[in-house]
């Protein structure tokens, strides 16, 4: 098995306006163990998720990859009680933000 990319947790924070903090939260992974190990797995699988995400918004909307960023972080989605796809994606729940992606693409939703 070859080895995934690593992020760039710095890059990542300022693509997505996140501070350490949030980054911590929202990806379950310290501070401090961000800093020390930046290709921890939990860290990694949720920085890809996040990229994963916006690069389908991006692909659906035709828009620039700032409008999926804009979408994932600050819009609350009626199908997710008003939750965004950030706050899904930190729960580990990317396949349910895929899924609605995925109908929105096909007509159903949206």
């Known amino acids: 098995m070859e080895p995934k ?3 760039s ?18 990806s379950s992974v310290s501070r ?3 800093i020390a190990n930046p290709d921890d797995p939990t860290l990694q699988a949720f920085m890809r998720d996040c990229h994963r995400v916006v690069a ?3 692909e659906i909307s ?19 009680r008003g939750s965004t796809a950030l706050e899904l994606v ?5 396949s ?3 899924t609605y992606l995925e109908s929105i693409a096909s007509g159903f939703v949206g």
Request: charged share 30%; hydrophobic share 45%.
């Open 5 to 7: 990319h690593l992020m």
């Open 9 to 26: 947790p710095d890059t990542f924070m300022r693509e997505f306006r996140l501070d350490w903090e949030e980054l911590g939260r929202l």
């Open 32 to 34: 401090a163990k961000i």
């Open 56 to 58: 389908m918004m991006q």
């Open 62 to 80: 035709g828009r620039p990859r700032a409008y999926g960023v804009n979408w994932l972080r600050d819009d609350p989605v009626q199908a997710f």
């Open 90 to 94: 930190s729960q580990g729940r990317v």
């Open 96 to 98: 349910t933000v895929i």
